[in-house]
Structure formats: structure tokens, C-alpha cells
């Protein structure tokens, strides 16, 4: 079994099991899950971002992106994974430390993106807005709309 953790810090202490997490939500075994990472050949400036192409079962699914953006006080990591025609299918945060704005991790909330494939996102619009996590509800936004304009430029869908 290919395990991938995945690091946006060189700290051990935060590393994300991402075969873990996608055999959990696509309901199958993790010796079913793999990721191979690659970079964007664009020349754009995607960052601290990791990114892999998802296969399940030995099948291509999609794209998925290690990010992070940064609440009122701290930063917290989440993934986008984008199908192959590069819409998006789930965002997961995947760790939030911060004592405020951790009720953007919620399931129902993040599902809004799903489907997002790169028009203008207007948080409070577009977006639901979360009274107690607007900095959160913003930057996460902001974040997948960058992020997928980049990315379709770079890939070409």
C-alpha cells in the first residue's frame, strides 16, 4: 500500500494522510487509493501548494490540491479535489487550529464549491457567509477561485 503524507510545513507533526482521507470519503479500501504528485508546468507561482493526480481502483479521478490560507490569527490547510474536467468535487479542511472560524471545516458549508468551475466567487453572495468566521469564510474562497483559474489555465480544461 502507497501511503502519501503530505506536507505543507517541514514539520513531521503536520503531516496529512491524504490516501487515508480519500478512502474515508470515497468509501473504499486505502490499498484502493493512490496520488501521484506533480507540478503544474506553467510558470505560474502556485506557492507552498502540492499537488497530485487522485487514482482510485488504478482509474484517474481528478486532481487534488494541498493548500492553505490564513484565518483572522492563523493558517489553516485544506484540499480542493477538481475532476477531470476540472470542476470542483469536495474541499475538505483538513486542519484548523485557531480558536475562531473553524465553522468553515463544516460539510454542509464547504459543499457550496462543489461544482465550481472558475466564474467569479463573491463570498456572502456566492458564497454563504458564517457570522463569527468572515476572515476564514473569505480567505478559503478567495483561495479556490485562484487556485482553479491557475490551475485550468496551467492544465488547459
Known amino acids: 500500500m502507497l501511503v502519501v503524507l503530505a506536507f505543507l510545513f517541514a514539520d513531521e507533526a503536520n503531516a ?3 490516501v487515508k482521507i480519500f478512502s474515508k470519503e470515497l468509501k473504499t ?4 487509493v493512490s496520488l501521484q504528485k506533480f507540478i503544474p508546468e506553467c510558470g505560474d507561482d502556485f506557492g507552498t501548494n502540492e499537488f497530485f493526480k487522485l487514482y482510485v481502483k488504478k482509474q484517474w479521478e481528478g486532481y487534488v490540491v494541498l493548500t492553505r490560507a490564513k484565518g483572522r490569527h492563523d493558517y489553516f490547510d485544506f484540499l480542493i479535489w477538481y475532476s477531470s474536467g476540472m470542476s470542483v ?3 475538505k479542511v483538513v486542519s484548523y487550529s485557531s480558536d475562531h472560524g473553524s465553522e468553515i471545516s463544516g460539510k454542509n458549508w464547504l459543499l457550496q464549491f462543489a461544482g465550481y468551475s472558475g466564474n467569479k466567487l463573491i463570498y456572502g453572495k456566492d458564497i454563504q457567509a458564517i457570522s463569527g468566521a468572515t476572515i476564514s469564510g473569505k480567505a478559503i474562497t478567495s483561495k479556490i477561485e485562484e487556485i482553479t483559474g491557475k490551475l485550468k489555465t496551467c492544465i488547459g480544461n
Open 16 to 18: 496529512i494522510d491524504l
Open 29 to 32: 479500501d486505502q490499498a484502493d
Open 89 to 91: 468535487k469536495l474541499v
